[in-house]
Every structure is written in structure tokens, then in C-alpha cells.
Nanobody, 126 residues
């Protein structure tokens, strides 16, 4: 599956952005999806994950209550709605996919995902 992330940009602290990740090449509904981010000089870290059907979601503590992950399997797209953005949210954001037979599976580790998008830059100014 090929992934294309977009929607990043420059926003002031307290603002909002919605990232999108469009998938192609396979049956999107067979894949559990995740968002990760990587700030300069830091390792890639987990942000949010969503199961194949969207019934199960999971968030990093640092974004819980501010970010929301969702998916539209008819449009082959997963979203990350980011509200109340903080300067520490500044990073390159990546979407990831992994094939699974389990409808409710969510994955939180980078090594669990086989497919990655190219990343989109999010910059939050103070």
C-alpha cells in the first residue's frame, strides 16, 4: 500500500490543523493505521492509532484530549485532527499502515508498521 500524507503547515499556538493520509494500492479496510511524529534530533514517536473499522483508537498521553484520529474507508483516507496545538507539537508527521486480520487491532510501535508515508511538516509558533 502507498501512503501520501498532507495537510501540514504553520499555525500559531492554540490553533488547529487536520492532517490527511491517502492510501492506494490495496484494500484500505484491511489495514490498521497510525500517526507518528519526529522532531529534529529526536526519535520518531507514536501519536495515535486506529483500528481497521475505526471502532478502536489509541493516543499518546501528550496528545490525548487534543488530537483525534479517524478514517473513511470509502475514501481510503485516515485523518488526524489536531486542536489546541502547542509549540512542542512541532514535528514531521508520518502516517503508517499495517495489514492485520484483526478488526480491533491498534499498533503503537514504529517497528509494527510495514508501510510509511513521506511525512508532512507541522510547525507551531509560540
Amino acid at each position: 500500500v502507498q501512503l501520501q500524507a498532507y495537510g501540514g503547515g504553520l499555525v500559531q499556538a492554540g490553533g488547529s490543523l487536520r492532517l490527511s493520509c491517502a492510501a492506494s494500492g490495496r484494500t484500505f479496510g484491511d489495514y490498521t493505521m497510525g500517526w507518528f511524529r519526529q522532531a529534529p534530533g529526536r526519535e520518531r514517536s507514536f501519536v495515535a492509532a486506529i483500528s481497521r473499522t475505526g471502532s478502536t483508537t489509541y493516543y499518546a498521553d501528550s496528545v490525548k484530549g487534543r488530537f483525534a484520529i479517524s478514517r473513511d474507508n470509502a475514501k481510503n483516507t485516515v485523518y488526524l485532527q489536531m486542536n489546541s496545538l502547542k509549540p512542542e507539537d512541532t514535528a514531521v508527521y508520518f502516517c503508517a499502515a499495517d495489514y492485520t486480520r484483526y478488526e480491533d487491532a491498534v499498533l503503537m510501535h514504529t517497528r509494527s508498521y510495514d508501510y510509511w508515508g513521506q511525512g508532512t511538516q507541522v510547525t507551531v509558533s509560540s
